[in-house]
């Protein structure tokens, strides 16, 4: 490039012969050397800008161009990495408390149509209602010749069905991989497990989604495919529980009861190791939801969880307890007990006349509702409600099933003195067995508030005390004395010294007032009493014993021998040793003179 | 000088490409053992299911308790009693143990393939 002089010869001396200022000229020169200049660096610039431009276009192309491939692309198996082989299933396993499985996965095919492949749609028609008598051979005729493109068949076929589609040799039947959950135990447990169905269905997979029991309440853990291979541990007991729904059966039949429920907790850690209730259902094919009628009459109700009822007088037990705890009493404190006892317009009456005074202890073995009511007018309301809430009766039992958000507890809507005393010996306040064996489960653990829970954890642990380690003593004193000798005598098991109190309770009419022959019977229990480790609540609904000349209704005479039959078959199965009951030691006290 | 560079570098190059060539076939080869072994686990895993769900089934308490009833003539099983607890030194001492065994046959992958 030839450089033009800013100040040349020639020109100035033209400019100056002719009497022009030489500088414009160089003005001039320096005005057309910035212009170049600029011109260059805008030249430069601009093709920056291009080059940037392409590669910005190239970058963002390539990314757009990898993210459309990885759409479009067909899922594989990575070839050459070991990390996918941990999933083994799409949904954990469910397994008991010794890892006998309770639901498990299984590999099967679903089967579908593609009509527009099909060569001959009546033929297969007849073969495939030959296989699966419940389809409707019309409705497939219509569905093969109309103008859909597609339809499910069955959701689940087995290989000996799948053999038999396969020996139509029609090609417009396909067959898709399917995971289903199998309950190999069938009915047992129903109720816990509750059920699982499809969710987003597609040809290749299918979502398995829980719909009920602890398959709903725990689906994401149980979906989490980096814990997919970790089956989930449940506090249950395969053969307790299996003995124990035996032995509720029986008890059920016998007592012509229409419904039952037990539960059997670990009183120190609040781990459920079986819970029943029936009439009970298949999980592996759940009925459909009742759309008629009662809806505690269908098999799919949980009554352990979901039955909120007036449970009688085993709520006898926390009133005593409290005022023992209180310092309002102790167990030899003479109580009033002259029947009826007159408040307003209400009277309360025992079930017999048992003279004008009874000890506390004594209270509690014959179950006098006037005496539990006159030391709950002692407690006041406002104590008797924080106590009871302390015990967890004032929400929904926390455990791990979806049912157990119904088993929100029915309180009085106001508190009234009247409340405080029908509620000391469990009527005008509704709550689940569930409930009723946390709460008992505090006084056999010695007075710590427990969680149930039926998730197998060694964190498992009693929470803050409720009660003194004194009044829980005292009070599984009074409950087996009244195995003993009061009203739940049939309750003796020998070599397990079971402690319990009897609750029976009229159920409500819909309409207002109660039944005259409709009961709740309940047996709250633990066992050993002097070293409780397991807690038994079993309750039967509207049960009636009819071997006496008059039908017995009372739970000694129907829950009692149940839960002692209960106690008999699965106290061995635990490993719980029989043993000598401890004595209480002779009134004898070293004196010194 | 400079030629004897040239064909040393050719024959690198040609030896390089070689190897390549045969690292590349072996890797391929390798990787399509791992899948074929991949699939086997995967086929294992799969009976492996299929068995645990079948041991499940069939030890399912009202199956055991049919067979306990079908079969109480011969076996005169009882639920278990509390007094059948003993005593540790009720229990005789174990048997003494047997040979080793040393020549275990792997039967679980002996099935055919279906």
Redo the contacts between chains.
Sequence with gaps: MTRTPLRPLARILEARSRGENPDAIERENIRLRHEEMRDRARRRAEGRLLVLAALFFCAFGLVGGRMALLAHSEPGEPRTSVAGARILAQRADITDRAGRILATNFDTHSLYAQPPDMVDPEHAADKLVEIFPGLDRARLIRDFTGDRKFLWIRKTISPEQQQAVHDIGEPGLLFGPREMRLYPNGRLAAHVLGGASFGREGVHAAEVVGVAGIEKFLDERLRDPARAHEPLTLSLDLSVQAAMEQVLNGGMRIMNAKGASGILMEARTGEVVAVASLPDFDPNDRPALPTSGNPDDSPLFNRAVQGVYELGSVFKVFAIAQAMDLGLINADTKINTETPLTWGRFRIRDFRNYGPELSAAKVIVKSSNVGTARVAMEIGATRQKAFLGELGFMEASPLEITEASGSKPLLPRNWSEISTMTISYGHGLSTSPMHLAAAYATIANGGRRIVPTLLRDDANAPGPRVMSEATASAMRKMLREVVTEGTASLGEVEGYAVGGKTGTADKPKPTGGYYDDKVISTFAGMFPADNPRYVLVVTLDEPVETSGETPRRTAGWTAVPVAAEMIRRVAPLMGLRPAIEPLDLAGIRQASN | MRSLLYVVTSLAVIGLAFWAYRENYRTQEA?TR??GL?QA?AAT??RL??L??E???L????RL?DLVELNYERLELM???????GRIDQVAFPPPPYLAITNPVDVSNMEPAQ
């Design positions: 990787q791992a899948q991949q686990i895993r799969h299911r299929v645990n769900a041991w499940a089934y030890n399912r308490p009202d308790m639920p278990m009693r509390s007094d059948q607890f």
